[in-house]
């Protein structure tokens, strides 16, 4: 039994994170955000006081649950689930409490019942096998081999180094890789080993006899243990498994199993004695090349060390059937994939091979008619992908060699596809990256449409941490934003999710301080343990997606031999009238200017978004200075989606003193907009508030919501079978019309 100055103690600390999610920040600026941190770490120097921590986070669920108090459930839900898997053991009274919780919410609207359904499953195995959701947690994150549970993840963190300064890419890449190499595999499954014998005998396991015993253990022993305990949770912890009583017998078998004739109950009793979360596999990147996202994911799925042998590969999949399609797919138009040949067919070009004896006339006439092999390369993963889809030894799968039929036999049914992988992609900036990123989802999503791969097999999420550098940035000062105007995203997910707001945005101004810290023994302990636990954190327990749509924009050119250029944004398109650079167009604007006013005339034509949301189409001709379309809602009440456009439309003024001209804000919302320039006047447009995202000499263009490239495959598929079908019918119904990109937080929107 604790102490009540212990208990007193916590509970002064979890009411101190309920007033910071009503607004009442603490006193001490440098608290802020840090308030879960400290109390979590506080229950890791003292893992016994976790029943304490649980107790008050239940009775404080259930006195928010009375008072209507919604926004506390999710933060002390998370604080709750977070705290539960990592401590020692906890009594069956206090887990029944949460999942009768839990249930409650499922008459709640998203996303409570949606966060509530997720913990009340995890918890019913909890509960069934104590020390599950640890295991599975430490077994995914460091991709430790299991056949009972094959899962892997791994964080990603993208940083785009000419938005960052060079410090702060340093410091992250350093904390990043001690905290890699600070732990092994060997010490992870020794956490696991220990974690679920505590959890399920309680007092009664010695610990400090297990920890020696597993530290004098050569490697391959722990991993047999380690297997023996993954084996008997999730036996015990899956459908149909054993009864607790059952599940701890067996573990308490494991566990003389491996004392074996090791005195035990030596040590001293200190109580329940926790087991640390190992930090999860995290790896940085700087975001130098276009293609750099798709190439980290393949190979996370397919790394350098596996065989790149057509048995070893993925399964089949119909590309033949594809190939019609494609040619008439806008979206998809892109080449394929193909193959590189190291053979040129050309016999002086291969190396002479020395032969014992020279042929004859007719052996060299017939040999002149054969290729002589080539010689062979071995492909890495990124390479071999063309071939993912060419054979597979496994079930399901077609010989390799053969080419799909159009017609005949019926194929035999593939095995389906488990996605046993999820990577969690982190991205550190401001919306600028968020631009990048959409235009990567975009790429990658037409590239699974050319040729899946990905999709079957791997679960994408994806995160944002707001970081504005401390000392205005090149780039940053050449966009001339604030730090308010470069983190919009970041904004609206902190307004509709008070946790998020919290944990995440506070780090916006932190990072930066903690990157630029002098070296000292202070500054390692602060930036290990905080920046990376509040990243696995966030990955973590992040996971309510929060979608925002993707645009579309077609930019035409003054230049009639110029193709037109398409590309997409996430939150802005800016246009300004762009400088004459010719002295001729420079005197003739000077006198268009005196006479018409600034800026240049423009035809707008729109379909303006109306309450009963019934599409009505306008037109406009104007004279403006430029355009601003946001496509990040300012509420986050509004819907996601539409596009709020502003054009400063310049207004002639006749009176007594002369002719005057005034600038007019001509706001509308809308979804899809066309802008012309009648006069071949050129204007410049700026994407995702990145000044190396311009469009020079544009006298046109054109916005609308990006279509999901799979949509647009098979509404294409569905017109060549009924060219004068015009509505979605078939499968095209059930298919997402929209690109969205989803990022996660922790409770989604809250309405």
Known sequence: MESPEVESDILRRVRALLR???????????????????????????????????????????????????????????????TLIQAPCIPDELCARVYDFCKRL????????????????????????????????????????????????????FADPELLPEAICTALVTDTEAARVSQSPRGCMSCVVTHALQAALGDTCDIHSLRARLQALPAGDVEHWFQQVVAAVECAGSEGGSERGQHTARLERIYHGLLGSLPAGNAPQEGLQGTPLPNPNISFHLWTEDEQLWK???????????????????????????????????????????VLSTDSGIERDLPTPEEPCAPCAADTEHSRLHRKGGIKKKLSPLDSVAFLQAGSGGPGGKSPGKLPRRSGMAPEPAAPLQRLHTARVVLLGDDRILGRLAQAYHSLRKRETRRVFLTPRLNLQFYHIPVVPGQPHPLAAADHAGPEELCEVAGYLGRADPWYESNINTLCHMIPKLATMPSSPSRALVTDLFLTDVIAYYARMGTQPVCFQVHAVKVLFRDPAQEPAEDVFL??????????????ELSTTKRKTTLDGPGIDLTVTYRKVVLSDREKELALALRSTGLLMKAIPADEAAERGCLSVTITEI?????????????????????????????????????????????????????????????????????????????????????????????????????
């Open 20 to 82: 910071e999610l009503d607004g009442h920040h603490p006193s001490c600026q440098s608290d802020r955000g840090m308030l879960r941190w400290t109390l979590h770490k506080k229950i890791d120097q003292n893992p016994s006081t976790s029943c304490v921590l649980v107790r008050i986070l239940v009775k404080e669920l259930e006195r928010a649950e009375r008072g209507d108090l919604w926004h506390y459930i999710i933060p002390l839900l998370h604080t709750l689930m977070y």
């Open 106 to 157: 499922l008459t709640l609207p998203k996303p409570f019942c949606t966060i509530g359904l997720a913990y009340a499953s995890r918890l019913k195995v909890e509960r069934t096998a104590p020390g599950t959701l640890y295991q599975r947690m430490v077994i995914s994150e460091q991709s430790l081999r299991s056949a009972p549970y094959p899962y892997q993840e791994r964080i990603f963190i």
């Open 296 to 338: 980290e994911l393949v190979l996370f799925l397919r790394p350098l060390s596996q065989s790149c042998e057509p048995d070893c590969l993925g399964q089949d999949l119909d590309p033949i059937e594809i190939q019609d399609i494609l040619p008439d797919c806008a979206c998809c138009g892109q080449s394929r994939f193909s």
């Open 571 to 584: 939150t802005e398109l800016l246009t300004q009238v762009q400088d004459s650079p010719s002295h001729r």
């Open 651 to 751: 207004v002639r003024i006749n009176n007594l003193a002369g002719r005057s001209f005034s600038a007019v804000a001509n706001r509308f919302k809308t979804r899809n907009i066309k802008i012309r320039s009648p006069e071949q006047r050129p204007f410049t447009v700026r994407l995702d508030k990145d000044s190396r995202r311009t469009y020079r000499d544009v006298i046109g263009l054109e916005v609308s919501p990006c279509l999901e490239p799979s949509y647009c495959l098979q509404k294409t598929r569905t017109m060549k079978c009924n060219p004068h079908e015009t509505e979605d019918v078939g499968l095209v119904k059930y298919l997402p019309k929209s690109l969205l990109l989803p990022i996660n937080t922790f409770a989604g929107v809250i309405q």
